[in-house]
């Protein structure tokens, strides 16, 4: 009798544990945390002063400014360049 128990024992799947529910903290935990830990890291960040931040506003600018006045001299030279050789043939 112990061995027909024992066979069937054998047989028998295995057993799959429950899953538990508390094995992942909730999404609001995890985006709680993750805040946390973006708060930590700009704290860690170096920011730059106002000085430097001006000076390089002041050279985007500049180099933007420059920049769009070379498109538009090369636009305005190719757009006649077309035109006058549209007007020859």
Known sequence: MAENEK????NAAPEK???KKDDKPSFFKRA?????????????V????????RQNSIVVIVVSV???VCLGILDYAFN???LGLSRLF
């Open 7 to 10: 066979k069937v024992a054998e």
């Open 17 to 19: 544990p429950a899953k």
């Open 32 to 44: 709680i945390a993750w805040l946390k830990t973006v708060r930590a890291e700009c704290k860690k």
């Open 46 to 53: 170096t920011w730059a002063n106002w000085d430097s931040v």
């Open 66 to 68: 420059v920049s769009a």
């Open 80 to 82: 006649s360049a077309i």
